[in-house]
């Protein structure tokens, strides 16, 4: 059985993309961190669609537990491959550079830049061994053009940016694509404070996009149908730069 594994599945983006992805026709591994009864709802959605789904709960930012949970899994799995890796997990601490307290800076840094260390670590030996695999990093428009409030997530996005290109070029020949997801306003719980009506007159197509518009995105990334585009930023943005 082929597997895709969403971190950070079981809300927002992720959860949409976990729904995505079963409609193409894939098993997947929800991760998640805290928050199982959405966790269990998820799998429960994409169970329906006729695929297998099973959770894998662990902290992306823990490398520890990372390692563990993965590398157990792939253990107790030996017929199954991991075909999609979908780096989504992320959080938002915003505050200026001159307010920031260190722990902001450190789990925002750890949780976007560290899960995805952590985790695309373990899935691209797995990969290899595989002769094939597709990666999917979400990370955000404030990576691309920073954000005031944001030096934290600007950063941690950014460092992903760079790391798709790099790891795409030296994984090419392994049949394995590489690419990054910028999203820019997306209504989900990271974004409930955020007031859409202010913020829309900004935006060229004048609203907040779905994280189902995203997942659609990240669906064609994961499909055959991408098998040419890799170190590629997509933004999904409504026009905002
Ligand atoms: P969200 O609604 O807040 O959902 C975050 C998800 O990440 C949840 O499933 C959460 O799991 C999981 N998560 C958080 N910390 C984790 C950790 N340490 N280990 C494992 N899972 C963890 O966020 P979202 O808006 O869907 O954002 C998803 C991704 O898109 C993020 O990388 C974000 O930076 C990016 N993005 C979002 C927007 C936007 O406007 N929404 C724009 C650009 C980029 P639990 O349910 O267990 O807490």
């Known amino acids: 059985m082929k597997y895709a594994l969403v971190t950070g599945g079981s809300r927002g983006i992720g959860k949409a993309v976990c729904v995505q992805l079963a ?3 894939h098993n997947i591994l929800i991760n998640y961190n805290s928050n199982e009864a959405a966790a269990e709802e998820v799998k429960k959605i994409v169970e329906e669609k006729g695929v297998k789904s ?10 520890k537990a990372t390692n563990s949970v993965m590398t157990d899994w792939f253990t107790s799995n030996p017929d199954d491959q991991l075909e999609v890796l979908v780096n989504n997990a992320g959080i938002r601490k915003d505050n200026l550079l001159l307010w920031m307290e260190d722990e902001q800076w450190d789990d925002v840094i750890n949780i976007s830049l560290g899960g995805f260390y952590n985790v695309t670590k373990v899935a691209i030996g797995e990969m290899i061994k595989n002769k094939g695999g597709r990666i999917v990093n979400i990370v955000s428009l404030s990576g691309i053009k920073g954000m005031p409030g944001q030096t934290n997530y600007s950063a941690a996005k950014a460092a992903v ?7 795409a070029q030296e994984v090419g020949r392994r049949k394995i694509t590489v690419n990054a997801v910028a999203p820019g306003f997306i209504k989900t ?3 409930e404070d955020i007031d859409e009506k202010q913020f829309k007159g900004l935006i060229p197509l004048k609203r ?3 994280a189902e518009e995203v997942a659609q995105l990240v669906g064609f990334l994961a499909s055959p149908n991408s098998s040419y585009i890799t170190g590629e930023v997509i933004s999904i943005n409504g026009g905002l730069y």
């Open 23 to 25: 409609e193409l026709g």
């Open 54 to 63: 099973q959770l894998l709960k662990f902290d992306v930012s823990d490398r």
């Open 161 to 167: 940016i760079g790391a798709t290109k790099a790891l």
């Open 189 to 191: 719980d990271m974004t």
């Open 208 to 210: 907040f996009g779905t």
